[in-house]
């Protein structure tokens, strides 16, 4: 069974920094495909940034820069790390997981249908 368990979030102010944290278990395949994504009330789940298992990186273009995606693997642990907050970020932070390779498109490793494994949402507040 896979479980993923995210730690983090919380209110910060803007302009300030966050680190989320997501840690992987039961992902036992060598190839796995993870993200994070966000979610405002009455919204669809919107992807930020992915990363595959060799390291390879994906970002929502308008984020790129701002987000920075990374992962431990002895720790098993996934990262989402904010810079610059904007109040535009206040968002339920979900962290996902599929045990299969990333799409080979960048575009799709950002849609929510890719993965079939989810953490329990961080929220994030972002106050101005």
């Known amino acids: 069974q896979v479980l993923l368990v995210q730690s983090g979030g919380g209110s910060v102010q803007s302009g300030g920094s966050l680190l989320l944290s997501c840690v992987v278990k039961?992902?036992?395949?060598?190839?796995?495909?993870m993200a994070w994504f966000r979610q405002v009330p009455g919204e669809e789940r919107k992807g930020v940034a992915a990363?595959?298992?060799?390291?390879?990186?994906s970002y929502k273009y308008s984020e790129e820069g701002r987000f920075t995606i990374s992962q431990d693997n002895a720790k098993n642990t996934m990262f989402l790390k904010i810079h610059r907050l904007e109040p535009e970020d206040t968002a339920m932070y979900y962290c996902?997981?599929?045990?299969?390779?990333?799409?080979?498109?960048?575009?799709?490793?950002?849609?929510?249908?890719?993965?079939?494994?989810w953490g329990q949402g961080t929220q994030v507040t972002v106050t101005s």
């Open positions: 990363i595959d298992h060799n390291g390879i990186t």
């Open positions: 039961g992902l036992t395949d060598s190839d796995y495909c």
């Open positions: 996902a997981a599929v045990n299969h390779p990333c799409n080979e498109y960048p575009t799709l490793r950002l849609i929510e249908y890719e993965y079939n494994f």
